[in-house]
């Protein structure tokens, strides 16, 4: 069965404070990783799609990553704009089915 | 303003109440779903449709009923909820059938009392 787990559950940053956050997944077959944005109160809003082992996609001050194994959203420089819920689904050819990690709550402090 | 609008935004219904979640997108999208997410717990999958046609029911009890008349609406008609059922309520669409990042709406807060 598709896995995804995310860490760390919470992360706290100062601003300007670099970190990453990790999306661990076990699928038969990837098709697609996915990252999202989920600010409270909203539904997630689409950042991401990774398809192979060695892709990167940058927006702004995140970059994320792909390896056979994980995903990693890095966060550059952060504000405290970037503060919300940071959700990772994969999605394989076995099972179109997008499956959800548990989701990465980010704080930015001024 | 995503492009996928759900109302109500907020719905407190007692347990035995009947109410129905309208989704709807103006994106041009071909598949439509329904997610329930619940807190620190990962968004659930609980329907699918594409091309107005139901592809998907993943295991969702029957008091929870989707219906898809177009594929610019998707509404969830409640009924007999439980307590365990309050959540987040998701409606997402995507151009085809699990292609793709999709879009969501902002969801609807449900409490059953």
Redesign the interface.
Known sequence: EDQ?TQSP?ALRLQEGESSSLNCSYTVSGLR?L?W?RQDP?????????LYSAGEEKEKERLKATLTKKESFLHITAPKPEDSATY?C?V?SYNN????????TRLTVKP | E?G?T?TPRHLVMGMTNKKSLKCEQHLGHNAMYWYKQSA????E?MF?YSLEERV?N?SVPSRFSPECPNSSHLFLHLHTLQPEDSALY???SSPT??V????????T?LTVV
Do not use: H, I, W
């Open positions: 995804v559950e697609g996915f999202y109160g909203k539904g997630p809003e689409f950042l991401f799609t959700l689904a999605q179109n089915d997008m499956r959800f990690g548990a989701g | 995503t996928v759900q620190k717990k990962p968004l999958l699918v998907e993943n998701l409606c997402a059938d699990r793709g990042g999709y879009t969501f709406g902002s969801g807060r």
